[in-house]
Structures are given as structure tokens and as C-alpha cells.
């Protein structure tokens, strides 16, 4: 039990009105810190509960804590939180709930502060979103559409207007526009360990058609592609399926590529990660601009943490506008696969009987890497990205007006 003095500061401090006790509480405990005034001194000028003061100063450091239950952030970190999502909005990420938990968790987990949220679920509680969101009223909260609304109304003109106002920001603000070595695209395609068969004459009416493959399903190779308005490439970066990574898969492969291994081929955010380091050697010096899409191992706290120690800006393409808005889709990645897969058909041709291994993959893939390359400027030029041109998507590309 506590004592009949303690009992009346603590029945003092909830009579006195919130925000004067606040104000009064903290001149107080800041005196006492910068020990201008004893405690018991500072109790009796500032009219304040002497129990009370001790307890701040000695127990909570000076922080002023709300009555009842504590957030699990303090205001100082919720205010980083909070900036930190506005600016992400700003970038085209999408702010859903599960994304507000989600960062919530691995803010907390970063910052090393302590914390009660799901490590299992590796995100923050309902109730301390909504909670959240009551205390930053600048947030707001867009719900997603369905899948295939999304897809029918993906290449809308207002979405797309939207993408070239916070594209034309960006450029802006960081002092950007008229130099292309600065705007990069990123994306990934996937590309088998096997050849798809050309189209063969065969005789009319004929059913079984066959042409030699290496395997009847190949095993999945991710390739990251990047490029920038200035048609320069980062050298390639591919992921393997598998666990242990073996120098022999390098053979073969365009110089500067470096090599990675995946539970099943491909991008992961770990991945992504490995990525952007290699990305961050190759690129040009100084603040950058890297688009690219939303997928969720581009999109975590960690990728977004690393991007701003790189001074990496990033800007994320609407959902379902790769094939108009994209450059690596507009002119590289088509000409890419069907240069791998000629490479792949006459190498199955001398080798029958034999797939196309890890090993084997990397001298086939950098001769189409190097047919491919050369169109990179055409990309950025056809999707209005470089130079900067919001009416370069044709009125044919839109739908759901």
C-alpha cells in the first residue's frame, strides 16, 4: 500500500487539469534534470505532486506519459512513422492497413525499440492501427481494389496522370531534369532453363508436332534488369533456385553479373536487397531516381531504409501499367527472351539428349544480353519517362473511361 502522502499527490495529480499539469509537470522535471532546483524545491514552485516529480525523474527520464495504456511509440517515433508514410504515398506506395502494421513492426525492430507487436505475424495489432490513426489525422486510408478491377481499370488517365505528377516532382526537386545517366528502371523476368521450340513446317492437318526441347518444364532463372535513360545497363543480377551458390554458375555470364540463390528462383526482399548494393556500385554518383513496381519484396521498411542511405529515390508505377509505362517491358525484355530462346534451340540441337544446366545457362543468356542491349533510350522515350512526356502513352492504351 502506499503511504497517506503518496495517496494524496496521487488523488492531487488527477484533480489538476490535463494540459496544465502537463505543462507545469514538465518545466518541473526539466529544472530538476538541469539541476537548477531540488525536487522538493521544484514540487513547491510548480505546485506539482512531489511524488509525482520524483517518479518522472528518477523512472520515466522526464517523459510526460499519457494516462492509461502507453503507446507502444512514443510521439517522437510515431511522428517519424507517420512523415515516413506520407512520403512513401507520395511515391506511389500504397498506405493499406496491413502495410501501416506491417512497417510499424520493422520501424520498431530498426530502431531498436522496445515493443509488444506480433514477431510472428511481423506486424503491429488492429488495435494500435486504429489507435494510430486517430493520433495522425494527416493519414488516410485508400481501399484496395479488387484484382480484377484493378487490371480493367489499371491504365485509367488519372492514374497515369498521377504517376507523371509525382515522377515530374521527384525530377524536380532533386535537381534531375535534363539528365538522363539519373533515371532508372529496375524489373525482373523470368527465364527458363529450356528452349521453347520454334514454330516448324510440318505437313497440313498433321497433330503431332514436335521440335526438340531440353526439358518438357525447364526450372525458372530470375534475371533483374536495369537500365537508364542514358541507355546505360547495371550488369545483370540473376537468381538461381537453390540454396549453395557455386562459382562455376558464373561462367559464361556478361561481365559484372553477380549471382544469387532463392528457395525457389525468385525475388525475395533479401534478394532485392543483394540487388540494390550491386546496383549501388554499378549506378552513377549522386541522387538517382529508380522506377519500378510494387511488387512486395521492393516495397518493405528495409528496402525503403536501405534506398535512403544510397540516396535512392523511389517511384513506384501504378498496378497493372508495366506493359505501357514500363521501360525494361517497352523495349527490352521482349527481344531479351526471344534472343535467349534461339541461343537455347541450337544449343539443345548440339547437345541432345542433355538439359541446359546452371552452368551451361550463362553463355547462352549473355550472347541474347548482348543482341538485346541497345534500345534502352527507346523505352524511356515510349513511356514519356525520358524525356519527361505525359502524352506519350497513345489514347489506344487506355481503358475503363
Known amino acids: 500500500m502506499c503511504s497517506d502522502k503518496h495517496f494524496t499527490d496521487l488523488v492531487q495529480e488527477r484533480l489538476m487539469p490535463e494540459n496544465g499539469l502537463k505543462k507545469k509537470m514538465k518545466e518541473a522535471v526539466n529544472k530538476v534534470q538541469n539541476k537548477e532546483l531540488t525536487l522538493r524545491k521544484a514540487a513547491e514552485i510548480f505546485a506539482v505532486p512531489?511524488?509525482?516529480?520524483?517518479?518522472?525523474?528518477?523512472?520515466?527520464?522526464?517523459?510526460?506519459?499519457?494516462?492509461?495504456?502507453?503507446?507502444?511509440?512514443?510521439e517522437n517515433?510515431?511522428?517519424?512513422?507517420?512523415?515516413?508514410?506520407?512520403?512513401?504515398?507520395?511515391?506511389?506506395?500504397?498506405?493499406?492497413?496491413?502495410?501501416?502494421?506491417?512497417?510499424?513492426?520493422?520501424?520498431?525492430?530498426?530502431?531498436?525499440?522496445?515493443?509488444?507487436?506480433?514477431?510472428?505475424?511481423?506486424?503491429?495489432?488492429?488495435?494500435?492501427?486504429?489507435?494510430?490513426?486517430?493520433?495522425?489525422?494527416?493519414?488516410?486510408?485508400?481501399?484496395?481494389?479488387?484484382?480484377?478491377?484493378?487490371?480493367?481499370?489499371?491504365?485509367?488517365?488519372?492514374k497515369v496522370a498521377e504517376f507523371f505528377n509525382t515522377l515530374e516532382t521527384v525530377v524536380d526537386n532533386n535537381n534531375l531534369r535534363g539528365k538522363p545517366e539519373c533515371v532508372y528502371n529496375v524489373d525482373e523476368t523470368g527465364m527458363p532453363l529450356s528452349n521453347r521450340p520454334p514454330n516448324i513446317i510440318a505437313q497440313k492437318g498433321a497433330k503431332d508436332v514436335v521440335s526438340m526441347t531440353s526439358v518438357e518444364r525447364g526450372e525458372n532463372v530470375t534475371v533483374l534488369a536495369c537500365m537508364n535513360a542514358a541507355g546505360q545497363y547495371i550488369p545483370p543480377f540473376v537468381l538461381f533456385k537453390g540454396v549453395r551458390k557455386r562459382d562455376d554458375f558464373l561462367l559464361g555470364m556478361p561481365p559484372g553479373t553477380e549471382v544469387a540463390m532463392t528457395e525457389n528462383g525468385w525475388v525475395t526482399e533479401e534478394a532485392f536487397k543483394l540487388w540494390l548494393q550491386h546496383f549501388n556500385h554499378y549506378r552513377t554518383p549522386g541522387k538517382v531516381v529508380l522506377i519500378l513496381d510494387g511488387h512486395a519484396s521492393h516495397t518493405s521498411y528495409s528496402v525503403v531504409d536501405l534506398c535512403d542511405s544510397f540516396v535512392i529515390e523511389l517511384v513506384l508505377l501504378p498496378p497493372h501499367t508495366s506493359h505501357a509505362l514500363q521501360p525494361l517491358d517497352v523495349s527490352f525484355f521482349k527481344p531479351l527472351k526471344t534472343y535467349y530462346h534461339q541461343q537455347a534451340t541450337a544449343w539443345q540441337h548440339s547437345h541432345p539428349n542433355q538439359g541446359i544446366t546452371k552452368v551451361a545457362f550463362g553463355a547462352l543468356f549473355q550472347r541474347a544480353w548482348n543482341q538485346a542491349v541497345g534500345n534502352a533510350t527507346k523505352g524511356f522515350e515510349k513511356t514519356g519517362i525520358f524525356p519527361l512526356n505525359a502524352n506519350a502513352i497513345p489514347d489506344h492504351k487506355f481503358i475503363g473511361d
Not at 122 to 138: E, I, L, S, V, Y
Open 77 to 158: 517515433a510515431e511522428k517519424k512513422l507517420a512523415d515516413r508514410l506520407l512520403h512513401l504515398a507520395s511515391r506511389g506506395f500504397g498506405i493499406t492497413p496491413k502495410a501501416v502494421r506491417k512497417y510499424a513492426f520493422e520501424f520498431a525492430e530498426r530502431q531498436n525499440i522496445k515493443h509488444k507487436f506480433d514477431r510472428n505475424a511481423g506486424m503491429a495489432g488492429q488495435d494500435w492501427f486504429h489507435r494510430f490513426m486517430q493520433r495522425n489525422k494527416k493519414l488516410t486510408i485508400r481501399k484496395p481494389e479488387g484484382l480484377s478491377r484493378a487490371r480493367c481499370d489499371g491504365m485509367k488517365k488519372e
Open 50 to 74: 512531489f511524488t509525482s516529480l520524483q517518479r518522472r525523474v528518477t523512472l520515466s527520464r522526464g517523459i510526460i506519459k499519457r494516462r492509461g495504456g502507453q503507446p507502444a511509440l512514443d
